[in-house]
């Protein structure tokens, strides 16, 4: 299966700083999307983003679907950033009718005030 | 905005018996997917439902799972005889489409087995 692979594991900021999370995927997709999961485990929908570039308020996110990598900018980062971002995909190859998400291990982002 | 709802937030079972997890999808979406996350790991897909029949399914959807869409808006997860390692997060999902489209994922259901 195609694999997900995500950096850093764990990520430390102090309050206002900025970073990037990326995720790194093996094989051509058609679905891409980030997540944050929350401290009570809820999956929160940030981006659909196969391709391209996408902003919603202090989050980005750039997809270079030929080389098969995606980032996730946060800027000014807030203590509610707190929790695991995950990137999920879709392999392009499976064109089966269905959608199957597969999930990366993610990254633990941890903002202290 | 419409969203995906999911009952109840947390069930605890006893091993071996029947449990019955609730989705209420987007209403307009055709595609239902259920997916499971074992506390601490990444979340997995279990099995996605599109004209009211089981289009993939995972190696972890064993006989011991199964998915009804009993009414034209709920999508269940039932699971016959729980074990202790089905304890986790179970997550359902609907999209407007298939390959490619966005999936909205539901609040989840915390199932811990005892």
């Known amino acids: 299966g195609i694999q997900v692979e995500q950096s850093p594991p764990d990520l430390i900021l102090q309050e206002g700083a900025n970073s990037t999370l990326r995720c790194n995927f093996s094989?051509?997709?058609?679905?891409l999307q980030w997540f944050h999961q929350n401290p009570w485990g809820q999956l929160i929908n940030l981006f659909y983003?196969?391709?391209g570039t996408k902003q919603n308020g202090r989050l980005s996110a750039t997809t270079v679907a030929t080389e098969r990598y995606s980032l996730l900018y946060i800027s000014s980062s807030q203590t509610t950033d707190s929790g695991v971002y995950f990137c999920?995909?879709?392999?392009?190859?499976?064109?089966?009718?269905?959608?199957?998400?597969?999930f990366g291990t993610g990254t633990r982002l941890t903002v202290i005030p | 905005e419409p969203e995906v709802t999911q009952t109840p937030s947390h069930q605890v079972t006893q091993m071996g018996q029947e449990v019955i997890l609730r989705c209420v999808p987007i209403?307009?979406?055709?595609?239902f997917y259920w997916y499971r996350q074992i506390l601490g790991q990444k979340v997995e897909f279990l099995v996605s439902?599109?004209?009211?029949?089981?289009?993939?399914k995972s190696e972890i959807f064993d006989d011991q799972f199964s998915v009804e869409r009993p009414d034209g808006s709920n999508f269940t997860l039932k699971i016959r005889s729980t074990k202790l390692e089905d304890s986790a997060m179970y997550f359902c999902?609907?999209?407007?489409?298939?390959?490619?489209?966005?999936?909205?994922f539901g609040p989840g259901t915390r199932l811990t087995v005892t």
């Open positions: 999902a609907s999209s407007a489409g298939g390959s490619g489209y966005e999936q909205y």
């Open positions: 094989d051509s997709v058609n679905n």
């Open positions: 983003i196969p391709s």
């Open positions: 999920a995909v879709h392999p392009w190859r499976y064109q089966t009718g269905a959608n199957n998400l597969f």
């Open positions: 209403s307009n979406h055709l595609y």
């Open positions: 439902f599109y004209n009211n029949e089981i289009s993939e």
